[in-house]
């Protein structure tokens, strides 16, 4: 019966190896196209003079407006660039170690919210510590919001489907090992009793 348990135990810890590889490759290829998304539009659009009207309004809802932004959305922590991109690399740092560290628990919609949340975190930090500022262009024309960014929409999206993935699919925190160990008989000794 212990060869059973030991069995089952590195069933599992492979399981979970391949879990944190499948989890770590989406991470990687989902986090590098987004920010490799978000470098590009940036540098395009930063490329216009600063507050310029540059396209739009498209169906009422958005258009393209240069904005160079010091600080947090709604002008909170304004000049305080060098700490929110410390803070933005911390913060995308420990998504990025969660979402594959857990990833055996986790599933592909989680792994997906945490790539969003680190490639825009991320993003945001490259601007913050090369321009000493963060570039946003996207300004909504049917309500009064801050005018944001690709990085911006991807810690968004990337937020509410992390909520989603762990309200509704987060698995059981016990292993599967230890359920089927829990399950298992116990083993009899030499004389056909159950083990002391």
Request: aromatic share 10%; with cysteine.
């Amino acid at each position: 019966m212990a060869d059973n348990r030991e069995t089952l135990a590195a069933v599992a810890a492979d399981d979970a190896r391949r879990a944190r590889r499948r989890a770590a490759a989406l991470f990687a290829v989902v986090a590098l196209v987004w920010l490799a998304l978000d470098q590009a539009t940036k540098a395009y659009f930063n490329g216009f003079e600063l507050g310029q009207d540059i396209a739009g309004p498209f169906l009422g809802l958005f258009q393209f407006t240069l904005v160079h932004n010091t600080g947090a959305a709604w002008g909170l922590f304004s000049g305080s660039t060098a700490a929110l991109g410390v803070v933005s690399l911390a913060v995308s740092a420990a998504v990025a170690v969660l979402a594959v560290r857990f990833a055996p628990r986790s599933n592909a919609l989680l792994v997906l919210g945490a790539a969003l949340v680190a490639a825009g975190g991320v993003g945001n930090a490259i601007d913050r510590f090369a321009l000493g500022y963060v570039v946003d262009f996207i300004e909504a024309s049917f309500i009064d919001f801050p005018v944001f960014n690709i990085a911006d929409i991807g810690v968004t999206c990337g937020v509410v489907l992390a909520v989603v993935a762990l309200a509704f699919f987060w698995k059981d925190a016990e292993p599967e090992v230890d359920a089927a160990a829990k399950d298992a008989p116990r083993a009899k000794d030499a004389e056909g009793e159950g083990a002391r």
